[in-house]
């Protein structure tokens, strides 16, 4: 767990991209495996040349020497290879993101044909606009962090082109993301994040900051209808707008810093103001809060992977903070539960649950430490892990509430292929439709 999550300083644009991080990466793959491939030739020549000479041997005894001359070389080269292993670990070769697929009926991933009244009949293609709110997971924060970016400064680490939630660099095809996913069902979407930095030509509408607490969501509600403001009356009046938010995790850490953290009333208080805020500016809105991560699936992924000790100002840190973890979730569940009730019909307020059954450092098949999945301070998301995120959050925005499941083996899977809309429900999710969708 980072001491501290900055505050953040604004600087110039910076024109770095997916793109330019992909080449780079590319590159270096290519001249690996031409490296590796032409070491592998010169092992197999050396390999036959042992070989014939024990072919060859004329049974004078040397047959013992060849075998072990062969036992050294082969010693020699392993431990090659394993410094190689080693040196390509320490260069932080970055996996890339996965991409989308469908594999849905004709049809299904349509839009409406008249734009739907009823948040409750809202298909992903409908979603004009999309927008986020929250701290450093949702500005994909050192999603590009290698050993190399240690000293770069706190603007260039936010790779907002590669949030889960609002990454617009690249596309369904190639860089899996929450908006790249929309974007693809409506080629006129607005609102995603590109390139790195956080001034508003990036960010566009995802006001996250890093390094926030809970007490911000109302200020970044009211920037982010500064920036809805800038389009025109009609269509924000007329079209619909997804809007997600993740925050709490600066709040979890400011405990640990004793610092005094944000209780259960404090947070709801803040995230039910920062609802009514969007609410009374925003027609035809749909708010999908993500609920927290548990401790040890992020906040101390480097004490149980690398067995480091990171000391707390409060004792009994671990349990109070997990409480205080679920605590915030029950907040979720309980602001879904009093808007559902909300008298306005294009206004609907849901959860999901990615992070939810996630209770250890993410593992691969093997049982081995998922390294890719984090960035390099195993606190934030890789680019790589960015994508698993955003595929699990897409599958529960079109899933019904009794089926927003998320374990290991789900978020660590990164086949392609993503969830279709449900035939007789191809809406985004509610608590009103995932119970009747008639």
């Given at each position: 767990?980072?001491?501290?999550?900055?505050?953040?300083?604004?600087?110039?644009?910076?024109?770095?991209?997916?793109?330019?991080y992909?080449?780079?990466?590319?590159?270096?793959r290519r001249?690996?495996?031409l490296?590796f491939?032409?070491?592998?030739?010169?092992?197999?020549?050396?390999?036959?040349?042992?070989v014939?000479?024990?072919?060859?041997?004329d049974?004078?005894?040397?047959?013992?020497?060849s075998?072990v001359?062969?036992?050294?070389?082969?010693g020699?080269?392993?431990h090659?290879?394993?410094?190689l292993?080693?040196?390509?670990?320490?260069?932080?070769?970055?996996?890339?993101p996965?991409?989308?697929?469908?594999?849905?009926?004709?049809?299904?991933?349509?839009?409406?044909?008249?734009?739907?009244?009823?948040a409750?009949?809202?298909?992903?293609?409908?979603?004009k606009?999309?927008?986020?709110?929250g701290?450093?997971?949702?500005?994909?924060?050192?999603s590009?962090s290698?050993?190399?970016?240690?000293?770069?400064?706190?603007?260039?680490?936010?790779?907002?082109?590669?949030?889960?939630?609002?990454g617009?660099?690249?596309s369904?095809?190639?860089?899996?993301?929450?908006?790249?996913?929309?974007?693809?069902?409506n080629p006129?979407?607005?609102?995603?994040?590109?390139?790195?930095?956080?001034?508003?030509?990036?960010?566009?509408?995802?006001?996250?900051?890093?390094?926030?607490?809970?007490?911000?969501?109302?200020?970044?509600?009211?920037?982010?209808i500064?920036?809805?403001?800038?389009?025109?009356?009609?269509?924000?009046?007329?079209?619909?707008?997804?809007i997600?938010?993740?925050?709490?995790?600066?709040?979890?850490t400011?405990y640990?810093?004793?610092?005094?953290?944000?209780?259960?009333?404090?947070y709801?208080?803040?995230?039910?103001?920062?609802?009514?805020?969007?609410?009374?500016?925003?027609?035809?809105?749909?708010?999908s809060?993500?609920?927290?991560?548990?401790?040890?699936?992020?906040?101390?992924?480097?004490?149980?992977?690398?067995?480091?000790?990171i000391?707390?100002?409060?004792?009994?840190?671990?349990l109070?903070?997990?409480?205080?973890?679920?605590?915030?979730?029950?907040?979720?569940?309980?602001?879904?539960?009093?808007?559902?009730?909300?008298?306005?019909?294009?206004?609907?307020?849901?959860?999901?649950?990615?992070?939810?059954?996630?209770?250890?450092?993410?593992?691969?098949?093997?049982?081995?430490f998922?390294?890719e999945?984090?960035?390099?301070?195993?606190?934030?998301?890789?680019n790589?892990?960015?994508?698993?995120?955003?595929?699990q959050?897409?599958?529960?925005l079109?899933?019904p509430?009794?089926?927003?499941?998320?374990?290991?083996?789900?978020?660590?899977?990164?086949?392609?292929?993503?969830?279709?809309?449900?035939?007789?429900?191809p809406?985004?999710r509610?608590?009103?439709?995932?119970?009747?969708c008639s």
């Amino acid at each position: 767990m980072p001491a501290e999550e900055y505050i953040p300083i604004l600087s110039a644009t910076h024109g770095n991209s997916y793109a330019d991080y992909e080449r780079k990466d590319t590159v270096i793959r290519r001249l690996r495996i031409l490296v590796f491939v032409t070491i592998l030739i010169i092992v197999s020549i050396i390999l036959a040349h042992f070989v014939l000479s024990l072919i060859n041997n004329d049974g004078s005894g040397s047959n013992d020497d060849s075998l072990v001359q062969l036992k050294s070389f082969a010693g020699s080269w392993t431990h090659f290879f394993s410094v190689l292993s080693h040196f390509s670990e320490a260069n932080d070769v970055l996996r890339l993101p996965i991409h989308g697929e469908f594999q849905c009926e004709k049809g299904l991933l349509d839009p409406s044909t008249i734009s739907p009244i009823d948040a409750n009949r809202v298909r992903p293609a409908d979603v004009k606009y999309i927008a986020a709110m929250g701290d450093s997971y949702a500005t994909g924060f050192r999603s590009y962090s290698t050993s190399g970016m240690e000293g770069a400064s706190n603007d260039t680490r936010n790779i907002v082109g590669n949030s889960f939630i609002m990454g617009g660099d690249g596309s369904f095809e190639d860089h899996l993301t929450l908006a790249n996913v929309f974007r693809h069902l409506n080629p006129s979407l607005i609102g995603s994040s590109t390139g790195i930095g956080l001034q508003e030509t990036e960010t566009n509408l995802n006001v996250a900051m890093p390094g926030m607490w809970a007490n911000d969501m109302p200020r970044q509600a009211r920037e982010l209808i500064r920036r809805f403001n800038k389009y025109p009356s009609s269509s924000i009046r007329e079209d619909w707008k997804l809007i997600n938010i993740f925050i709490g995790t600066r709040d979890i850490t400011g405990y640990c810093l004793g610092q005094g953290g944000t209780n259960k009333a404090e947070y709801k208080g803040n995230i039910t103001e920062a609802i009514q805020i969007l609410q009374e500016a925003l027609p035809k809105t749909i708010i999908s809060i993500i609920g927290m991560t548990n401790l040890d699936f992020m906040w101390r992924t480097e004490i149980i992977v690398k067995g480091l000790t990171i000391p707390c100002a409060v004792g009994n840190f671990e349990l109070l903070a997990q409480r205080r973890i679920e605590e915030y979730r029950e907040v979720g569940v309980e602001l879904v539960s009093y808007y559902r009730h909300a008298a306005r019909k294009d206004h609907a307020v849901i959860i999901q649950h990615i992070f939810d059954d996630l209770w250890i450092p993410l593992r691969n098949d093997d049982n081995s430490f998922n390294a890719e999945f984090y960035s390099s301070d195993s606190f934030h998301l890789s680019n790589y892990g960015n994508s698993l995120v955003a595929k699990q959050l897409w599958n529960h925005l079109v899933s019904p509430d009794h089926r927003k499941i998320t374990n290991n083996m789900m978020m660590s899977d990164d086949s392609s292929i993503l969830f279709c809309p449900e035939p007789d429900c191809p809406f985004i999710r509610t608590p009103a439709n995932s119970v009747g969708c008639s």
